[in-house]
């Protein structure tokens, strides 16, 4: 619709031209010129209208921000493992734990003679890392005491990665089949870290 406004004009200028003797040339470039110019005025208009209604500009939605996830801590337990007549053969830690190393008198499942006297001993390690003092003990836990003492004390410091044999004095019940009795370490308060049993059958 606006180029025609802009020739209808241009082609009356060029006859009025043609009449006035005006050479074809002339003629050519004063339509040009004239093109050119109503070209020009057709933008700035086009632009001041533009100016005049800006668009709409759209709004960024601002981004979800992500919240650190929790990071759960993992707290060491002091304790023990499982391992042989000793339930303390894994890897604890803590300032007292103990390591089962190895049954040394009396294995599981040994047949003793009812009435029996024997001696129980078993080779444990100070996995902890703090050392172990004469004022622990092997203290009665649960199961079958067999006569054997409550508290037994240790009869010498155990060094940090040090090993050593705890012995305690039992008899074996006069009553026919399996019997097992279960004892443990504890330090100079009474609170036990490392657990121990016997285990013997009665025929």
């Given at each position: 619709m606006m180029k025609r406004h802009i020739l209808l004009p241009l082609l009356v200028l060029s006859l009025a031209l043609?009449?006035?003797?005006i050479s074809e040339a002339d003629i050519q470039?004063?339509?040009v010129a004239a093109e050119t110019n109503a070209v020009s005025t057709a933008y700035v208009q086009l632009t001041e209208y533009a100016l005049a209604n800006p668009s709409a500009t759209p709004t960024m939605l601002p981004t979800?921000?992500?919240?650190?996830?929790?990071t759960l801590q993992l707290t060491p337990t002091v304790g023990t493992g499982t391992g042989g007549t000793g339930t303390g053969g894994g890897v604890p830690s803590g300032?007292?734990?103990m390591a089962f190393v190895s049954d040394v008198t009396v294995p599981d499942g040994e047949n003793v003679t009812a009435g029996?006297?024997?001696t129980k001993t078993w080779s444990v390690r100070n996995s902890g890392t703090c050392e172990w003092t004469t004022n622990f003990q092997l203290i009665f836990s649960s199961g079958e005491q067999m006569g054997g003492p409550s508290t037994n004390v240790l009869v010498a410091a155990v060094p940090v990665g040090g090993t050593?044999?705890?012995?305690?004095?039992l008899v074996a019940p006069a009553t026919a089949g399996e019997h097992v009795g279960h004892?443990?370490?504890a330090n100079a308060a009474g609170t036990a870290f490392g657990y121990l049993y016997v285990e013997i059958n009665v025929p």
């Open positions: 043609a009449a006035c003797g470039l004063t339509v979800a921000t992500l919240m650190p996830t929790a300032c007292e734990a029996t006297a024997f050593t044999n705890i012995s305690v004095e004892w443990a370490i």
